[in-house]
């Protein structure tokens, strides 16, 4: 897959936005900051009320244990 000219500069692939980059995370602290981070996005642009109300959230299974709509491998 290619993508158009108009979307990338040099690369011929790309998997993140042209503003996104890659981080290592060398602390413990570091993943779950991120993982706030992500939690926190559907409330800053008013999609949702709470963070579980997010159906693409790993918010409920972080926080509640519920796997009942997202199965995902812990990250933490």
Request: hydrophobic share 35%.
């Amino acid at each position: 897959m290619r993508l158009p000219a108009t979307v990338h500069d040099h690369a011929h692939f790309r998997v993140g936005q042209r503003r996104s980059y890659d981080m290592n995370m060398w602390s413990e602290k570091k993943p779950l900051e991120k993982l706030n981070y992500m939690h926190q996005n559907p409330l800053k642009c008013c999609l949702v009320e709470k963070p579980g109300d997010w159906p693409w959230s790993s918010w409920r299974f972080y926080f509640l244990n519920d796997a009942s709509l997202l199965t995902i491998d812990p990250m933490l």
